[in-house]
């Protein structure tokens, strides 16, 4: 009976462990059609408008300056990224729930 108190109490243990994790995990992937993307350099923060993309609840997200691209497994910079980004076909951005702030883009 002991033995299965204890596998009971580690199973729960584990699953509040797990549940603490997702809650500090805030980032999300959405995977879309297409984007387009408008970035003010005045403010050095631009705006990313996901289409196809049923995962999103936003008509657009923002982003800053740091944002990181990545182009066929290749880290790229953010003016070569607004030269290219209508190329991007079915990109994925990576989005902080709690800002709802694009942090990555992959495409």
């Keep these: 009976m002991k033995f299965y108190l204890i ?24 995977e879309t059609n297409d984007i387009k993307v408008e970035y003010f350099e005045s403010s050095k923060k631009g705006i990313i408008r996901p289409s196809g993309c049923s995962q999103c609840l936003l008509e657009f997200y923002n982003f800053n300056k740091d944002i990181k691209i990545i182009k066929n497994g290749k ?33």
């Design 75 to 107: 880290s790229i910079q953010l003016p070569e990224f607004m030269n290219d980004y209508w190329n991007a076909k079915y990109p994925t951005i990576f989005i902080n729930l709690k800002t709802n702030e694009v942090k990555r883009v992959n495409y």
């Design 7 to 30: 596998c009971i109490s580690l199973l729960l243990s584990l699953n509040t462990q797990a549940q603490a994790e997702a809650v500090e995990h805030s980032d999300s992937a959405l």
